[in-house]
């Protein structure tokens, strides 16, 4: 029994390891303490959470969660448009019109009744739009800031 729980315990622990996840379309690095959740019927390409929950009025929210979405070709000017309508206050806002179109917003943004800073990659892929959203209870912000900027750095399209 004391095996078969130190095998779960080290297999639960390797879960939180950095790795590069990748797909045909995308690749990007899930840092250390980030868990990618088992989900058969997930809409999204992509999803990654910290192990550890907010406080008080945020307990119910993990301290960094990671998704990526897509959305029709055609839809890039939309999901940016969007990102910034929700936006309580548009901290940074970079366009990058090199080969294929890229967009970075860093954000403050309430999501039931609780305030994030989230940081939003938008690229236009040859046939749909990626859009990476990291959200991020301000209160651990400073914890995770290397880890998310790894991330935003990671994405990419193949």
Same mark, same amino acid.
């Given at each position: 029994?004391?095996?078969?729980?130190?095998?779960?315990?080290?297999?639960?622990?390797?879960?939180?390891?950095?790795?590069?996840?990748?797909?045909?379309?995308?690749?990007?690095?899930?840092?250390?303490?980030?868990?990618?959740?088992?989900?058969?019927?997930?809409?999204?390409?992509? +999803? /990654? !959470?910290? @192990?550890?929950?907010?406080?008080?009025?945020?307990?119910?929210?993990?301290?960094?969660? %990671?998704?990526?979405?897509?959305?029709?070709?055609?839809?890039?000017?939309?999901?940016?448009?969007?990102?910034?309508?929700?936006?309580?206050?548009?901290?940074?806002?970079?366009?990058?019109?090199?080969?294929?179109?890229?967009?970075?917003?860093?954000?403050?943004?309430?999501?039931?009744?609780?305030m994030f +800073? /989230? !940081?939003? @990659?938008?690229?236009?892929?040859?046939?749909?739009?990626?859009?990476?959203?990291?959200? %991020?209870?301000?209160?651990?912000l400073d914890?995770?800031?290397?880890?998310?900027?790894?991330?935003?750095?990671?994405?990419?399209?193949?």
């Amino acid at each position: 029994m004391v095996y078969v729980s130190t095998k779960i315990k080290k297999n639960a622990a390797q879960a939180y390891e950095p790795e590069v996840f990748e797909t045909d379309e995308f690749s990007i690095a899930k840092p250390e303490g980030f868990i990618i959740p088992i989900k058969d019927d997930s809409p999204l390409e992509f +999803e /990654a !959470f910290s @192990k550890d929950y907010g406080r008080d009025d945020s307990e119910r929210f993990r301290q960094v969660s %990671a998704e990526i979405m897509t959305a029709e070709k055609n839809g890039f000017d939309q999901i940016v448009t969007s990102v910034r309508g929700d936006a309580g206050k548009v901290l940074e806002d970079i366009a990058s019109n090199g080969t294929g179109r890229m967009h970075r917003l860093r954000a403050e943004e309430n999501a039931e009744g609780v305030m994030f +800073e /989230a !940081f939003h @990659k938008i690229i236009e892929g040859p046939e749909k739009v990626f859009h990476l959203r990291i959200r %991020a209870l301000p209160e651990h912000l400073d914890d995770y800031l290397r880890r998310i900027e790894e991330m935003l750095a990671s994405f990419t399209l193949k």
